[in-house]
Nanobody, 125 residues
Framework: QVPLVESGGGSVQAGGSLRLSCAASGRSFMFFIMGWFRQAPGKEREFVAAIRRSGGTSYYADSVKGRFTITGDNAKNTVYLHMTDLKPEDTAVYYC??????????????????WGQGTQVTVSS
């Protein structure tokens, strides 16, 4: 099992910004796609954003397009989720996920075998 270590969560007011980080430990581990999902209380886990290691192609849920940006640092095996113009409905536990193949759609949580522990993001109005 490859640990994914997340950091950067916290509490902000609506309109504020946060940056989440996810580092994949293990020198031999190389992700093919790394993504972010979130889960609010009483709701199912949902896709937020994903990025391909090769070429950096990124994907976003409609609800975050134009506000969130996912970037990657391949040398550090790390991805970042830059969140701006945060809204109360963005409040959730955010999870980092990684997979080493292109098998399975990037927006399905079941496609990812590796997961971080989650980090809380709270946006107050």
């Amino acid at each position: 099992q490859v640990p994914l270590v997340e950091s950067g969560g916290g509490s902000v007011q609506a309109g504020g910004s946060l940056r989440l980080s996810c580092a994949a430990s293990g020198r031999s581990f190389m992700f093919f796609i790394m993504g972010w999902f979130r889960q609010a209380p009483g709701k199912e886990r949902e896709f937020v954003a994903a990025i391909r290691r090769s070429g950096g192609t990124s994907y976003y849920a409609d609800s975050v397009k134009g506000r969130f940006t996912i970037t990657g640092d391949n040398a550090k095996n790390t991805v970042y989720l830059h969140m701006t113009d945060l809204k109360p409905e963005d409040t959730a536990v955010y999870y980092c996920a990684a997979k080493q193949t292109d098998y399975g759609a990037y927006y399905y949580s079941s496609s990812y075998p590796y997961w971080g522990q989650g980090t809380q993001v709270t946006v107050s109005s």
